[in-house]
């Protein structure tokens, strides 16, 4: 079920609302459950184009030289689409490496929604395209001052591999899903999920298994000491 995003609900400028008429979003929740006390910990807000991917939409917007209309419009979305579903828990929303809000457009972000609701976002980064340096300092600064929560995204895939984790310094890390997909019957993945955790545990980073599809992969995955869990077997999109 498509149910297209009406960003003209909110009293954004005309420059955003003209950036923003040309997409055709939806966003949808997938629930993350705590392994420890067995409820849901967050959702992360999935964008969902009309049409084609989601991988040809920032394939587009990449070419056009937007990603950064994309970023505030997945902040926006997610946020707008989170206020209508009235959720409780927090929620994760994509952003990109290489983007970051502008100091005005941040705090036009902010006039936009009620503060326990702004309190409530962690920021996930995704893949793609590459961190950019610069603009990621000054994004980790704006992060540090609200105090927002990071969590590296599909951790093992894309860029998003050690060394990113090290420039990033996340809270949370995301496991993609190629780490943990058939994992109760491989034991190359078994060992290699058991050094992924301690490594990050060490430094004190909360783990995430994505991609859980399986019963015999969640049962396996309830033996580790993964903090997070997120899956088709555990909780779809909606």
């Keep these: 079920h498509f149910d297209k995003l009406h960003f003209d609900k909110l009293p954004l400028n005309t420059r955003l609302l ?107 980064i995704i893949e793609y395209p590459e961190l950019n340096y610069m603009n990621w300092n000054l994004k980790k600064k704006q992060f540090e001052a609200r105090n927002t929560i990071i969590a590296l995204d599909n951790f093992g895939a894309g860029y998003n591999d050690i060394t990113t984790s090290y420039i990033v310094e996340p809270h949370i890390v995301m496991l993609d899903k190629d780490l943990i997909e058939n994992i109760a019957n491989n034991t190359r993945i078994q060992h290699n999920l058991k050094k992924i955790i301690d490594m990050f545990h060490k430094d004190n980073i909360l783990v995430i298994a994505k991609g859980i599809e399986k019963k015999e992969d969640y049962e396996y995955i309830m033996t580790t000491d993964v903090d997070y869990v997120q899956g088709f077997y555990l909780g779809r999109p909606e």
């Design 18 to 124: 003209n950036a923003f008429s040309e997409l055709n979003i939806d966003f949808v929740f997938q629930p993350i459950y705590s392994l420890k006390e067995n409820k849901i910990f967050a959702y992360e807000a999935l964008m969902q184009p009309a049409e084609g991917t989601l991988e040809e939409l920032f394939d587009l917007y990449t070419k056009k030289r937007e990603l950064h209309t994309l970023e505030l419009a997945t902040f926006y979305g997610a946020t707008m689409a989170y206020c209508e579903k009235g959720y409780k828990e927090p929620f994760f929303v994509n952003s990109f490496p290489c983007e970051l809000f502008l100091p005005m457009e941040l705090e036009e972000f902010d006039k936009n929604f009620p503060k326990e609701i702004i309190e409530k976002i962690m920021v996930q």
